[in-house]
C-alpha cells in the first residue's frame, strides 16, 4: 500500500516562507513525476509546480520566481519551499506523484490528504 503524507503547512504573514514536504511510503519501485497542486475555498484545483524523475522543472505563473519544488529521491520525498507568500497563495496544497510499485507493473497516480497553507495579510 502506498501513501503520500503531506506536513509543513502552516499560518504565516504575508512575506514570509514555508516548505512543505510529501514522503512516499510502502512498496515502491519507481516515482516518475511528483507535483503539487492547492485548492482555494470556491476555486478548482490548480498545478503549482511539477518536477519529473530527472529533476525537470515547472511552475504556474502565479509562482514563478517564489516557490521552489525540489526532490530527494533517496528518501521518495518532494518539497515545495514557498518564499514571499501572498495572501491569494492561501489554499490546501496536495502533492501527487505517479508511481510504479513493480517493475512488471504500470504506474498510477497517488495523492496525499493535503495540507492547509493560511497566509494573512
Known amino acids: 500500500q502506498v501513501q503520500l503524507v503531506e506536513s509543513g503547512g502552516g499560518l504565516v504573514q504575508a512575506g514570509g516562507s514555508l516548505r512543505l514536504s510529501c514522503a512516499a511510503s510502502?512498496?515502491?519501485?519507481?516515482?516518475?513525476?511528483m507535483r503539487w497542486y492547492r485548492q482555494a475555498p470556491g476555486k478548482q484545483r490548480e498545478l503549482v509546480a511539477a518536477?519529473?524523475?530527472?529533476?525537470?522543472?515547472n511552475y504556474v505563473d502565479s509562482v514563478k520566481d517564489r516557490f521552489t519544488i525540489s526532490r530527494d529521491n533517496a528518501k521518495n520525498t518532494v518539497y515545495l519551499q514557498m518564499d514571499s507568500l501572498k495572501p491569494e497563495d492561501t489554499a490546501v496544497y496536495y502533492c501527487?506523484?505517479?508511481?510504479?510499485?513493480?517493475?512488471?507493473?504500470?504506474?498510477?497516480?497517488?495523492w496525499g490528504q493535503g495540507t492547509q497553507v493560511t497566509v494573512n495579510s
Open positions: 501527487n506523484a505517479i508511481i510504479q510499485i513493480r517493475a512488471s507493473q504500470p504506474t498510477y497516480l497517488y
Open positions: 510502502g512498496s515502491i519501485f519507481r516515482i516518475n513525476a
Open positions: 518536477i519529473t524523475d530527472g529533476g525537470t522543472t
